[in-house]
Structures are given as structure tokens and as C-alpha cells.
């Protein structure tokens, strides 16, 4: 029994060396012949023979042989359970856990006692999101951590180092969203945004807004207040 145990754990330890030589001529491989290709954070197998992935720029997918004399992208699909292995990837790469969201980097708008809670990502400059603010305006008992992520150009970095600076961000930011209120002029530390578009980036937020749920329920884009209403109701559930 003692002889069987060390020849298995030889044979995984054998193949462990053996993945790791392959993803080592891989990486090679790739960065001798694709010089401009961004650095690799990872290489992985995948369920389909002779294919791994590639993991470049956060959360970039793509997908290689294995000598790494092909490059392959879209999405891999199973046909026996009819799943995108390559969405599923994304999600799991992409999942941000509500309670680990750095919130001292966000400020709170508050509706009634605000027990319900939900973060945010928005620009300033955001149609959807303005369009957003109205439907949270029907809600009641809600927490938002705004998240600013200025993607929209320089005119929303501006407005958002502004309502960062501002005495009351909150009110600031929902005399701008509702009211078409202009922030006012004002100076102080901004890392904050930055943080906020590397966490972003992390995380493949790329639009806005982005919801993100107390039960860690992620929504891209805007939604009515009644679809907004059951989430939050969802979220407290669990």
C-alpha cells in the first residue's frame, strides 16, 4: 500500500513538472515571437487537448497551442452541456465580492435608513446614469456607494476631481445627476478615482453604470426603479 501511494504521488509529482516545462516553453515561445504582446499574468490548461489559455492585461483571454505557434481568440463553447467555458472564465476572473469593495474610496448617497446597500460605478457625465439617479429617486431605504470611474473623457475627470473635492458629495453629485447643477471649482487628493479605474479595470468594469449587489449580483447598465426594487429586496434575502 506504502509503495502504491509513492509511485501516485511520484506520477503527480511528474506531471506537475512536465505542466510546468509546457506552460515554460509556452511563455517562451510567445514572448520571443509576439514581442508586443503584453506581459503574461498566467497560462493555464483548458478542458480541450493540446489548448491552454493565456491570461494578459487583468483579464484578457486568448488561447495557444502547445508550443505556442498558434494564437487563438473568441470564446471556447461545450457542446455536450452547451456552455461558454470562455464566459464562465471571465466571471470568475471578473467576480468582485460586495464586502471586499474598498469603500473609503466611494461616498454615500442615503434614502430613508439606507440598510439596503449597493455600490455604484458611474461617470459624471453618464446619460444611463443620470437617467439611473431618477428611478433611485423612487426607491426608498437604499445606501449607494458612488464609485466614480471618469471614462468619458477629460470633461468627466474634471467633474469628478470636482464633486470628490466638494464639501458634500453627495448633495454635489445629485445636483448634478438630477438637477443639471454644475459642480463647483474645488482642490484636493483625487487618488481616489484613479483606485477606482484600476479596480475597474480589475475587474472588467468597463461601462456604466455597474451595480453591484449586497449579494454580490453584479447588473451592467441602467434599470427602472421596479427591477432595482426587487434586486435590493433579492440581496437582502440571502
Known amino acids: 500500500m506504502k509503495t502504491l501511494k509513492t509511485l501516485l504521488l511520484g506520477l503527480m509529482a511528474g506531471l506537475s513538472l512536465a505542466a510546468s516545462a509546457q506552460e515554460a516553453s509556452i511563455r517562451k515561445n510567445l514572448a520571443e515571437r509576439l514581442p508586443d504582446m503584453p506581459a503574461?499574468?498566467?497560462?493555464?490548461?483548458?478542458?480541450?487537448?493540446?489548448?491552454?489559455?493565456?491570461?494578459?492585461?487583468?483579464?484578457?483571454?486568448?488561447?495557444?497551442?502547445?508550443?505556442?505557434?498558434y494564437?487563438?481568440?473568441?470564446?471556447?463553447?461545450?457542446?455536450?452541456?452547451?456552455?461558454?467555458i470562455t464566459e464562465e472564465r471571465l466571471e470568475k476572473l471578473n467576480a468582485v465580492a460586495f464586502k471586499d469593495l474598498p469603500f473609503k474610496d466611494a461616498f454615500k448617497i442615503v434614502k430613508g435608513k439606507g440598510t439596503r446597500q449597493v455600490a455604484a460605478f458611474e461617470d459624471p457625465n453618464c446619460g444611463y446614469c443620470k437617467k439611473l439617479h431618477q428611478e433611485m429617486a423612487k426607491l426608498d431605504d437604499v445606501t449607494v456607494h458612488i464609485f466614480l470611474i471618469p471614462v468619458l473623457g477629460p470633461d468627466s475627470l474634471e467633474k469628478s476631481r470636482?464633486?470628490?473635492?466638494?464639501?458634500?458629495?453627495?448633495?454635489?453629485?445629485?445636483?448634478?445627476?438630477?438637477?443639471?447643477?454644475?459642480?463647483?471649482?474645488?482642490?484636493?487628493?483625487?487618488?481616489?478615482?484613479?483606485?477606482?479605474?484600476?479596480?475597474?479595470?480589475?475587474?472588467?468594469?468597463?461601462?456604466?453604470?455597474?451595480?453591484?449587489?449586497?449579494?454580490?449580483?453584479?447588473?451592467?447598465?441602467?434599470?427602472?426603479?421596479?427591477?432595482f426594487e426587487a434586486m435590493l429586496k433579492e440581496a437582502r434575502a440571502r
Not at 499574468?41 to 486568448?62: D, H, M
Not at 494564437?71 to 461558454?84: A, E, S, W
Not at 451595480?211 to 427602472?224: E, H, K, Q, S, W
Open 71 to 84: 494564437v487563438m481568440l473568441g470564446p471556447i463553447i461545450d457542446t455536450k452541456t452547451r456552455t461558454n
Open 162 to 227: 470636482r464633486i470628490w473635492c466638494a464639501k458634500d458629495r453627495a448633495r454635489t453629485y445629485s445636483n448634478w445627476m438630477l438637477n443639471q447643477q454644475p459642480p463647483e471649482p474645488a482642490q484636493c487628493d483625487t487618488t481616489a478615482i484613479e483606485r477606482n479605474g484600476r479596480l475597474a479595470a480589475r475587474h472588467g468594469i468597463n461601462g456604466t453604470p455597474t451595480l453591484i449587489f449586497a449579494n454580490d449580483t453584479r447588473v451592467p447598465g441602467y434599470i427602472p426603479a421596479e427591477r
Open 40 to 69: 503574461i499574468e498566467e497560462i493555464s490548461k483548458t478542458p480541450f487537448p493540446g489548448l491552454w489559455e493565456v491570461r494578459v492585461s487583468g483579464n484578457r483571454l486568448f488561447y495557444t497551442d502547445d508550443s505556442g505557434s
